[in-house]
């Protein structure tokens, strides 16, 4: 039996003209120069540059203001060691202030792909056989930085997608650090840092078993006053680095959906946040949770993270823990097996693992799973997104990278209450790069961070060449007897 996939006739194409307007800054030096130019401005001066300012980006951005006003808080410490009252300052020149410490970004010049997909919290006030849902992409603009962006869309009777038009403006969460921090799981995570040992253990020292994101910032800008090596210093950061990523954000709830991108935030992930493979995780209780694995980059440190909400207004960010929690392609299972929670890796950056754990932190034994079987995933074979729960068994869609580096799809199928125990798998790839999907950011790569079921079919997004976005559907119960068919 050959399986058919079917390609939809919808591409989603990275759009230049979605812009941010974002915090730039240039230096404490430069920084504090430039201040001080703007002070010695006159009141009549800073209304006649700011007036045509907010003019022309009112009609680009939602509230440029408050844009201005948010990155001028952000040089508040600079204001005290320019002996300026803060206070003091007129609206306008704290406006035009900001302005100069603004830049607009555009969130997916380069790229648009590896989309991730759930099914929509709001289902109300649809047609029978109609499901609303959540894509999620990995963002790619100047700079070679990923951000994590949605779109919503709708997949009626007949399977036919929708995706909804993107919102006119784009909008950056605020951030909350009000995290409670266990002191040994936090410095086990950073002896992987590679932060200078002593340095450690004298912190550790001072911290209680739990503390909050405020005392140990106090403890380390106390401790870095009394260094005089700037490469100590350095190490000192790296450990409220780690803490940084840690936080909470929040968007505005008058925001759509595609206006809001989750961006790099800490130190550890400036490079870009990779690859989110979104879940819709149902607890014993029956409420559910949406949980995100990714990857943050710093240009050098793999750091997984995983990232939680209820609504997709409110995210919950936080790195994870233990030997399994290495390297990328982390996906959790949608529920606890046997009571505990489930997720496969790839730790090793070739095989697929497995682990279990009581706690969704944290994740030690990793156990092999699947190594490269078939000449097409030859070099490596990991998960595409969250396993798929069947009558017959988790259905787990795979990427395999074979000749040429050519990535395709591939799936298996394991057992539904023991998922270490592979059923089958589909002897041949389930999709490859066709003529259309060959060329573009990275040439002869298919990637998905996550599928969903509908009217009985399987919905794969799929990123195509690391450029843009398409949609591939498979009969189920076809997939199914297929891979129970190729077992062995």
Not at 25 to 53: H, Q, W, Y
Not at 360 to 382: A, R
Not at 403 to 417: N, T
Not at 444 to 451: D, Q
């Amino acid at each position: 039996m050959r399986l058919f996939v079917e390609r939809k006739p919808i591409r989603i194409n990275p759009d230049p003209k979605r812009v941010i307007a974002r915090f730039f800054f240039i230096g404490n030096d430069r920084s504090k120069e430039l201040i001080k130019r703007v002070m010695a401005l006159d009141e009549e001066t800073v209304f006649g540059i700011l007036s045509p300012l907010l003019q022309e980006y009112s009609k680009r951005h939602r509230n440029i203001t408050r844009v201005f006003s948010r990155n001028c808080d952000k040089l508040k410490p600079l204001f005290t060691e320019l002996n300026i009252e803060y206070k003091h300052l007129t609206d306008y020149r704290r406006l035009l202030i900001g302005s100069y410490f603004t830049h607009e970004y555009s969130i997916e010049s380069a790229a648009f792909f590896n989309p991730s997909i759930v099914e929509d919290p709001d289902q109300t006030e649809l047609q029978e056989g109609h499901k609303r849902v959540i894509i999620s992409f990995r963002a790619v603009g100047e700079g070679h930085i990923s951000s994590i962006t949605f779109r919503r869309a709708l997949i009626d009777q007949n399977n036919e997608i929708t995706v909804l038009p993107a919102g006119n403006y784009i909008d950056e969460a605020e951030i909350v650090r009000n995290a409670i921090y266990n002191r040994k799981l936090f410095f086990n995570k950073a002896v992987v840092t590679q932060t200078n040992v002593a340095i450690l253990k004298d912190l550790e020292s001072k911290l209680d078993s739990h503390f909050e994101y405020s005392n140990l910032r106090s403890i380390i800008i106390d401790s870095e006053k009394l260094q005089e090596d700037d490469m100590k210093k350095l190490e000192y950061d790296k450990i409220l680095w780690l803490a940084d990523s840690y936080y909470e954000i929040v968007f505005s709830l008058d925001t759509d959906i595609s206006d809001r991108v989750i961006f790099p935030i800490s130190e550890y992930e400036r490079k870009g946040i990779e690859d989110a493979r979104f879940v819709s995780f149902r607890h014993d209780d029956g409420s559910v949770t949406y949980y995100a694995t990714y990857t943050a980059y710093d240009g050098s440190l793999i750091m997984p993270k995983l990232l939680q909400t209820t609504d997709f207004v409110t995210f919950k960010m936080m790195p994870l823990y233990g030997d399994g929690a290495q390297n990328k392609n982390l996906a959790l299972f949608p529920r606890k097996i046997n009571g505990k929670y489930v997720m496969m890796s790839r730790i090793d950056g070739c095989n697929n693992y497995i682990m279990y754990s009581d706690n969704i932190n944290i994740w030690e034994k990793p156990i092999l799973l699947q190594e490269p079987k078939f000449t097409w995933e030859f070099i490596q074979i990991g998960n595409c997104g969250s396993p798929i729960e069947t009558e017959h068994g988790w259905i787990v869609i795979t990427h395999g990278v074979g000749p040429m580096r050519r990535y395709v799809l591939g799936a298996s199928l394991f057992k539904l209450d023991d998922p270490g125990v592979e059923i089958g798998r589909l002897k041949e790839p389930l999709l490859i790069p066709n003529s259309d999907e060959r060329e573009g950011y990275v040439p002869n790569v298919l990637y998905s961070c996550g599928s969903i079921v509908h009217n009985g079919k399987l919905i794969i997004p799929y990123g195509v060449s690391d450029s843009s976005s398409a949609f591939a559907e498979v009969d189920l119960a076809d997939l199914v007897g297929k891979l129970i068919s190729d077992k062995g």
